[in-house]
């Protein structure tokens, strides 16, 4: 018998239930010929069908253009007034694009003659590079039509699984059966995404080959920050191929947004922003209902959002959750009471900048005891799942390790996870590194202090921030659970808030009252001696901290001569106190895959078709290096305007897989912004720690029609109606 394998009478045993189990579900013949005809039914079969009427409406849906694209011939105007703070590595790295000017797509009747015909016949590849984000399918759809429009002998091809597809030359020809069958349809399902860089001379070379086989005059990535940095790089590389390249603003992180030198807004927001949020936002009114039903839950719920908090705060703007962490407001405190007393002390406190994980546990701690205090046992907290980033001590973990892992894979021939497989293994090489430091003397980014401090973190912590980095180097936030170790924390405080007798749950005036009475005690004589506030008007009552256990509501009690040594604590009065014990329990949530999916709003179906549409402008008009883009987002439809933005003057230097590399730069949550004070403003109404309503919003289900829908995400409506101001 071979070891390890169960083949044992048991084993059989199990195995035969399983085949009786079975015998039961695969029906016999008799009932499967009956289930055949029940399946032929006609309504029975439109009833199965995966056509509905929602699908086939969403698919009919056609986006409105831009004015421009309604002109049969755009061309372009480049728009000087736009200029950008370049920096000198991106001069030297990418000097055929650098000085490319912002492009205005300007409307009018054909050209006559041109030496370049603007209708000629063109070859296209597209890639997503990614994540998925809602409206991918209508940029292809919009640039689809453009070309066939203009000239119906173009063709555009799909790169399978993302840049992988055209390293591998592993591409469709996309066709308008294919193009009708996912407008307006989220995910990227029709040509798949993947997350490969084209990062080295030899992949460089690999994309060169491929665009040639396909004869390609333009290749359009349509990405993230790292993508479309990917696509200025390509776009130098292949200049003198005479291949264009065009970037899309994509992500549902919300973190590519683009100024220019004196601040004027060129792209308010990536594509896919407003579906997720408003996902994540449906989902999560629907738990404000649960927990303001059932009264027993806090539904603990981490948004995406890789870095950048844009999504957590849409959310709140969209439900008013009663908690909401936002990580760049995290990263911008500063303990005023820590600076000022180290101050004295003659030194500097450098952890007085920045929050710890301890200090936002306690914040959290501070809402839950708030809203207890008023009778609120319950409630919902939204935090960002990049949120560890912003927090000041794991901010160094992460990027120690990076570069941890970074340098081994680049001195080694396999690489850091596959040759330490275990957790054990992990930490043991990290220990050895501390070691030989110590030993050494010599410097290490991996100490025994950064080591002793590593080893107190939860397992699965460790796990998670030792977890492998994506392809371009970056921290997988969501392989970590944030939810986790943050309510960890403001679990074991809220156990200590309890002992200090703290935190309770507030009884309401009345039913203390008739509770009393029922039993016929009398309120006035034990109120004064059991709640701390029993003579204000307050219509919660908070038990005295120092009733923490039966056995000191009874010390207490007899010290207030309410009963004696040997009278028992009445039930009615035992049960009142039981009633202010908190039960704190959580339900965690998260918020990401889903929502990345999500069928478009109106906004993302209608963004998403005319960054198509522009694409194809910036073909036509001879650009490359540049990124389609759509200006005033943020106002009303009528006032869109479709442009190019150069790619390669918004770079700058960042620190990737431990190296400084030139990368677009990603916006993070501006804490000086109209839409975050308004939200800062508003918290406290919407912590609603006071008897009555909570302040929940419903902003309902997801539409394409926006007939019912915000036309726009929120955040852009008030840091608009903040700047207009
Ligand atoms: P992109 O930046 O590629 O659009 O992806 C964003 C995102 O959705 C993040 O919000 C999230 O952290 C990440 O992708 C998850 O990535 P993965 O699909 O690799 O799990």
């Known amino acids: 018998m071979f070891s390890g394998i169960d083949t044992g009478p048991e084993y059989a045993l199990k195995w035969f239930s399983l085949e009786a189990a079975w015998g039961k579900i695969n029906m016999s013949d008799e009932n499967a010929s009956l289930t ?113 429009k203009t000239n119906p002998d173009s063709r555009l091809f799909g790169f399978l699984l993302g840049p992988e597809g055209i390293l591998e030359n592993n591409c469709i020809e996309i066709s308008r059966e294919k193009v009708n069958a996912f407008r307006n349809l989220g995910g990227f399902t029709m040509i798949g995404t993947g997350r490969t860089k084209i990062d080295t001379p030899e992949k460089m070379q690999r994309a060169r080959k491929t665009c040639r086989s396909l004869n390609l005059d333009a290749l359009i990535i349509v990405g993230g920050d790292d993508s479309n940095t990917n696509a200025a790089f390509l776009a130098q590389e292949l200049y003198n191929d005479g291949i264009q390249v065009i970037g899309v603003p994509k992500t549902i992180d919300g973190d590519i947004q683009v100024r220019d030198k004196n601040n004027e807004l060129l792209c308010a927001v990536s594509f896919g922003f407003h579906t997720a949020a408003r996902a994540f936002s449906h989902n999560i009114s629907n738990l404000c209902a649960d927990c303001s039903s059932d009264v027993k839950y806090w539904h603990v719920c981490k948004v995406m959002g890789r870095v950048a908090s844009h999504l957590a705060l849409e959310t709140a703007l969209q439900v008013h959750p009663n908690i909401t962490l936002i990580g760049e407001e995290i990263a911008d405190f500063i303990d005023e009471e820590r600076i000022n007393k180290a101050e004295q002390q003659g030194s500097v406190d450098y952890t007085a900048y920045g929050m710890t994980l301890r200090h936002v546990s306690r914040l959290i701690c501070d809402g839950i005891v708030r809203r207890a205090a008023a009778g609120k046992n319950y409630g919902v907290i939204v935090m960002p799942e990049g949120l560890l980033e912003f927090i000041n001590e794991i901010q160094v973990f992460i990027i120690k390790l990076n570069t941890i892992i970074a340098d ?56 998670g921030l030792l977890t492998e980095r994506d392809s371009h180097g970056n921290f997988q936030f969501s392989q970590v659970e944030t939810d986790k170790v943050i309510m960890g924390l403001v ?33 006035e004589i034990y109120g004064p001696a059991l709640f701390k506030n029993f003579n204000s008007d307050e219509p919660f009552l908070l038990v005295n901290e120092s009733v923490v256990s039966v056995k000191t509501l009874k010390q207490t009690l007899v010290k207030e001569g309410v009963i004696d040594n040997e009278d028992d604590v009445p039930g009615a009065v035992e049960k009142i106190y039981k009633a202010s014990v908190p039960k704190f329990k959580t339900q965690n949530h998260f918020y990401g895959y889903d929502g990345r999916g999500n069928d478009p709003t109106w906004f993302d179906c209608t963004y998403t078709y ?40 918004l770079m700058h230097l960042e620190e990737r897989k431990g190296k400084l590399s030139l990368v677009l730069e990603k916006a993070l949550v501006d804490i000086e912004s109209p839409a975050f004070r308004v939200f800062s403003a508003m918290r406290g109404q919407w912590l609603a720690a006071h008897p009555g309503r909570d302040h929940y919003r419903r902003p309902g289900p997801i539409r394409y029609s926006g007939q019912s829908e915000d036309a726009r995400p929120i955040t852009l409506v008030l840091n608009e109606l903040g700047r207009a101001e």
């Open 36 to 148: 055949d005809s029940f399946l032929k039914h006609p309504e029975v079969k439109k009833a199965t069908d995966c056509i509905n009427s929602a699908l086939t409406e969403r698919l009919e849906f056609v986006p409105p253009l831009c004015k421009v694209f309604e002109s049969s011939y755009t061309r372009l105007k480049a728009k000087p007034e736009h200029i950008f703070q370049i920096h000198p590595s991106a001069r030297e790295k990418l000097p055929d694009i650098i000085n490319n000017p912002v492009q205005g797509i300007k409307g009018g009747p054909e050209p006559t003659d041109s030496e370049k015909p603007w209708n000629r016949r063109l070859n296209v590849g597209i890639v997503f590079s990614g994540g998925p984000a809602p409206g991918g399918h209508n940029v292809i759809a919009g640039l689809f039509d453009a070309l066939g």
């Open 408 to 463: 081994y894979n680049e001195t080694h021939d396999t690489d850091f996870h596959s040759n330490f497989p275990t957790l054990d293994e992990k930490l043991d090489y990290l220990r050895r590194m501390a070691r030989m430091a110590r030993e050494n003397h010599t410097f290490s980014v991996w100490n025994t202090r950064d080591d002793d401090l590593f080893n107190v973190l939860p397992p699965f912590f460790q796990e």
């Open 491 to 523: 679990k074991d405080y809220l156990k200590i808030l309890e002992e200090r007798g703290t935190y309770k749950v507030g009884i309401e005036r009345k039913w203390y009252l008739r509770t009393m009475e029922n039993s016929g005690l009398d309120p």
């Open 610 to 649: 005319n960054l198509g549409r522009t694409v194809f402008s910036l073909i036509a008009g001879g650009s490359t290096g540049q990124m389609a883009a759509i200006k005033n987002l943020e106002k009303t439809f009528e006032q869109w305007e479709p442009i190019g933005i150069p790619i390669a003057p």
